[in-house]
């Protein structure tokens, strides 16, 4: 696609429920990032994919956030029991990857969720 | 902890004129700086990127400097437009991983 897509671009959840985020990266580009952002705050990073190098997930605030990512295509996030803390904007963004530095990210509109 | 941040506060500047953010980083040495612009129920689009070694980058209206002595990045946008309006993000990193801050908001005026 011309960029990056995510999906749901909104999504109201009762607490304790498990909701799914999905992001479509710009083809051909190897490397995917999941952030988060709070209002007033910088982007959280959450987790990071590279081509088949194991994922960099230290910024998963708590076992019940959870990543995938299939290839070098679609990844989700996945989080379980969700709690009111958890409201945010998640955004996912893909770059050419390969060199790991200095890469210029290219951003989905993110989804936003809000746990009642 | 690796910090960076950026002044809360909305900027307001009047059509014309040149607004200047400021980026401050602390506790760590970021090898690149990158700027970004955010409007409303958007993510992030990239403007620009400055290395450590570099002074100042420039494209087009836009200007940014990198004070590794003042651990500091300005951001200039000169002849300033309403569509300059929204928020600009300053991130910095070394390698993939990039600490943000928080933004600010500038609000051109007519």
């Known amino acids: 696609g011309a960029g990056v897509s995510q999906s749901p671009s909104n999504k109201v959840t009762e607490k304790g429920k498990d909701v799914e985020l999905r992001c479509d990266p710009i083809s051909g580009h190897t490397a995917l990032y999941w952030y988060r952002q709070r209002l007033g705050q910088g982007l959280e990073f959450l987790i990071y994919?590279?081509?088949?190098?194991?994922?960099?997930k230290s910024g998963l605030p708590s076992d019940r956030f959870s990543a995938e990512r299939t290839g070098e295509s679609v990844s989700t996030l996945t989080i379980q029991r969700t709690q009111q803390e958890d409201s945010a904007v998640y955004l996912c963004?893909?770059?050419?990857?390969?060199?790991?530095?200095?890469?210029?990210?290219?951003f989905g509109s993110g989804t936003q969720l809000s746990v009642l | 902890s690796q910090k960076i941040e950026q002044n809360s506060e909305a900027l307001n500047i009047q059509e014309g004129k040149t607004a200047t953010l400021t980026c401050n980083y602390t506790?760590?040495?970021?090898?690149?700086l990158q700027w970004y612009r955010q409007d409303p129920g958007r993510g992030p689009v990239f403007l620009l990127l400055i290395r450590e070694n570099e002074k100042e980058k420039r494209k087009e209206r836009l200007k940014v400097t990198f004070d590794t002595t003042l651990k500091q990045s300005l951001f200039h946008i000169t002849a300033s437009q309403p569509a300059d309006s929204a928020t600009y993000l300053c991130a910095g990193g070394s390698n993939y991983q990039l600490i943000w801050g928080a933004g600010t908001k500038l609000i051109i005026k007519p």
């Open positions: 506790n760590y040495s970021p090898a690149y």
């Open positions: 963004a893909s770059s050419p990857g390969g060199r790991g530095l200095e890469e210029k990210l290219f």
């Open positions: 994919f590279q081509g088949n190098s194991a994922p960099d």
